[in-house]
């Protein structure tokens, strides 16, 4: 967003220097990227009135005039401006002038004339927004002999603002006046125009098809205007200060409202139209030859406005060649609107334009703004073009407008937040002077936002209203008061470092990727749960919030691997987010704890035979950061299918029985759309998981020698083999030390439906060396639960 200045101290005016308002700007989150001049510096160019102007006696091209410049006595200039006649106020160096490139004005002698001094264009004053080299023509109320630096404020300067999506409220000088308005606890003086008078009636039809994407659409016709005026030296200077070349009355006057208003208004040649104005999605595969000359191939997620025959633009981002307004014009459609920001949002990237209705729409405009955009624009037109105005056609759906959000400011909360204590009275001022509707409760306000604040939504976003305009500065620095206390023994919340040194030591790297991720990629891989959608996104492949870091792995994993990685071991830690009724503000934050791993287990290497990575050993450096926090009782592993997983290759983790997380190769569906060239391994659980470590306690070591028997177990297939682990040092009491699964054998030579176990039972006691009937004992009973438990029987 770039303005001039003094357009916006036309609005407000504080008393307090050029410097002291940018940065009181930038202090206030509008920060201020660029300031730069609107003109060179000269010396001695006066206004002056051309008294009398003839044809130089020697030269075709040449005008002997006489110009006033202090009502005293006239200079003789000549000049070959085409434009030079009688009557007209210009800007003139008088001798001894110094002009831009330190050019120097002396008496001169022109083809037998002598000229004291030049008629100056907007180039030779180092003004070189204009084109031509025609002498500057002045208003009738530019007074004689004044200083034209002065009286043309080429002390102004441009001011370009380097604005944040939230903060589309800011893009026009009627949304910046608030804010600097609010700074300065001053009022704001408004542009005084009326509604125009009504002298036609003219009316288009207009057909909203789409009510939720356009909620608000107005039009008016404007016939017999004289698009060949001249636009005021005013509004092409506020036009050319704010970086926008003057082209004709109809194109500037939609400008000037854009940059006044915020409100975009669109100029349409209103003989070209074709019946009536319809409001609707694009046909896919329906072709729109733009104001560019470039013909589109539109998409059907695209909002148009079209008429009975044809498409007339690309709604609220770029207007069509079809009904465009040029030099024959005398007939204008203006039509403005209100559309929602979800429909333009991305639209014009899609194009590959962008344009200052696309930036200001996609972020949100005013939507109670249409109707005096609209009058400021008639109003403009008319004054310089002429014309006769027609009633406005609105069509409003009021249901599918914005809400204003109620919300409740807690003087507690303000306190906590800020660290400080501002008063009642400039909490209620300032927030009055932002223009949001307060009712005082006790401690508490009530707090309903204006219609064109769409970026507060919570109570923290009051609270930071109220600190960035009564000053960060003005809050003071305190040390934080905290209580020491003593260190309690380490039980739970086992450290992430920890977690993260573990992965490191295994060969992990650690990926950060956005909260914000693409909708449809995130479907495939969690398509059960509906994602928080952001209001303002960044583009559209980032329009929602992740519910898992899987989605971001995948795409890191495939970006490493397109660029010839052949070992892929990568980690993230983050915050995951997803709807939750019971939750505040309806969101449920869960730190997560993701990894993956694909392509080779080890590095290249002469002496080791390459080996793809598989299910178990991303299950084996799971377990160890598991074993970090817990004993191997308290986990466990259960087949469980998930989308995102291979249908016989997944597996939820389960902590104390309870599911907080799952394990897997990534399904195939997912692998060939990634495009990966081996089947990636994943895991994804959740933090909290890992923070219930305990207190070891130490045990002495046997000195007395462990047995080993190896028991081989028929079982169904659908038996899990921890399940029968655990009935193994269930029953087997305290000489059983372990038990562990060494081999699993499937084989046609078995029974239909039967696998075979091989278990290792480890035993040993702390007080004698075992005889063989104890460990005989031990190893009958724990046959004889398994097989009543799992029907199992035992293998020769």
């Known amino acids: 967003m770039k303005f001039s200045e003094s357009w916006l101290r036309e609005w407000v005016n504080p008393s307090i220097s050029t410097s002291e308002l940018t940065h009181q700007m930038t202090m206030a989150g509008i920060e201020v990227r660029n300031i730069s001049s609107v003109g060179k510096k000269f010396t001695r160019v006066k206004v002056g009135q051309i008294i009398e102007c003839v044809q130089h006696p020697n030269a075709d091209r040449l005008y002997l005039t006489k110009v006033d410049v202090d009502g005293k006595e006239d200079l003789d200039i000549i000049c070959g401006a085409s434009n030079c006649r009688q009557g007209i106020k210009v ?9 831009p490139d330190n050019v120097k004005i002396k008496k001169a002698k022109l083809r037998g004339q002598f000229s004291y001094g030049m008629l100056c264009s907007f180039i030779e004053l180092g003004i070189d927004d204009y ?29 370009d603002l380097d604005l944040t999506a939230n903060r589309a409220d800011c893009f026009s000088i009627r949304g910046l006046a608030r804010e600097v308005a609010a700074l300065n606890c001053t009022d704001i003086v408004k542009p005084d125009f009326q509604a125009a008078k009504i002298d036609i009636n003219h009316l288009f039809s207009v057909e909203v098809r789409v009510p939720e994407a356009c909620p608000h659409y107005l039009c008016r016709v404007v016939k017999g205007l004289n698009i060949g005026a001249t636009v005021p030296l005013w509004m092409k200077e506020k036009l050319r200060r704010s970086g926008i070349n003057s082209i004709n009355p109809v194109v500037d006057v939609t400008n000037y409202v854009l940059l006044e208003q915020g409100q975009p208004v669109y100029a349409l040649d209103s003989a070209k139209i074709e019946g009536k104005i319809i409001v609707r999605m694009a046909r896919q595969g329906e072709k729109l030859i733009l104001l560019d000359g470039k013909e589109r191939i539109l998409n059907s997620d695209t909002l148009v406005t079209s008429d009975a025959n044809k498409v007339l633009s690309i709604a609220g981002i770029f207007g069509g060649e079809s009904a465009n307004v040029n030099l024959e014009t005398k007939d204008v459609l203006l039509e403005c609107a209100f559309f929602t920001p979800e429909f333009i949002c991305g639209r014009a990237r899609s194009y590959g334009l962008q344009t200052n209705s696309s930036v200001r729409f996609e972020r949100g405009v005013d939507y109670e703004l249409q109707m005096t955009a609209m009058e400021r624009a008639t109003q403009l037109l008319v004054d310089i073009c002429g014309g006769e105005v027609a009633p406005v056609v609105s069509v409003k759906a009021a249901i599918s407008l914005p809400k204003r959000v109620m919300l409740e400011l807690r003087r507690s909360k303000l306190n906590a937040l800020l660290g400080h204590h501002i ?11 932002l223009d949001f509707f307060i009712e005082k409760r006790e401690s508490n306000w009530l707090v309903k936002t204006p219609t064109w604040r769409f970026d507060i939504a919570i109570e923290e976003d009051l609270i930071e209203e109220i600190a960035r305009i009564y000053g960060y500065d003005n809050i003071p620095n305190k040390y934080p008061v905290v209580s020491l206390k003593r260190n309690e023994p380490r039980r739970k919340n086992q450290s992430l470092r920890r977690v993260r040194d ?3 030591d295994l060969g992990y790297c650690e990926a950060i990727t956005y909260s914000f991720v693409e909708p449809k990629q995130q479907r495939l891989i969690v398509p059960q749960i509906k994602p928080l959608k952001l209001p303002y996104p960044i583009s559209v492949d980032m329009s929602v919030m992740r519910l898992g870091l899987i989605q971001g792995l995948l795409n890191s994993a495939v970006y490493n691997q397109k660029r010839q990685q052949k070992r892929i071991y990568l980690f993230e830690y983050g915050l995951c987010f997803a709807p939750c009724i019971s939750s505040e503000n309806g969101i449920r934050q869960e730190p997560m704890l993701a990894a993956i791993i694909v392509g080779t287990l080890t590095e290249d290497h002469w002496a080791v035979e390459s080996k793809k990575v598989d299910f178990f050993d991303l299950k084996g450096h799971l377990e160890s950061i598991l074993n970090l926090s817990m ?21 939820s983790i389960l902590v104390d029985g309870e599911k907080v997380g799952i394990i897997g190769i990534i399904n195939p569906k997912l692998e060939c759309y990634f495009e990966f060239n081996s089947p990636p391994v994943i895991f994804e659980i959740k933090c909290s998981a890992l923070d219930k470590r305990t207190v070891s306690n130490s045990v002495t070591i046997s000195k007395f020698p462990f047995n080993r028997r190896d028991i081989s177990v028929l079982v169904d297939e659908e038996v899990a083999c921890s399940d029968v682990i655990n009935a193994c040092l269930e029953v087997g009491g305290e000489l059983l030390k372990d038990a562990k699964l060494f081999d699993v054998y499937v084989d046609n030579s078995l029974e239909v439906g039967k696998k075979s176990l091989a278990i290792a039972l480890i035993l040993q006691s702390s007080s004698h060396t075992l005889k063989e009937s104890d460990i005989n004992l031990v190893v009958k009973k724990i046959v004889l639960y398994i097989s009543e438990k799992f029907r199992a029987s035992l293998r020769g």
Do not use: C, M, W
């Open 91 to 99: 800007a003139v160096a008088t001798i001894g002038a110094v002009l």
């Open 131 to 159: 084109v031509g080299e025609d002498i500057i023509e002045l208003p009738e109320h530019a007074p004689i002999g004044s200083d034209f630096y002065e009286f043309f404020n080429l002390n102004d300067v441009s001011i």
């Open 423 to 433: 008063s009642d009275s400039d909490v209620t001022k300032i927030l009055q002077g």
């Open 502 to 504: 573990l992965l490191v």
């Open 631 to 651: 004993n191997e009782k308290s986990y466990d592993f259960r087949k469980e299918e998930h989308p995102a997983l291979h249908p016989n290759q997944s597996a």
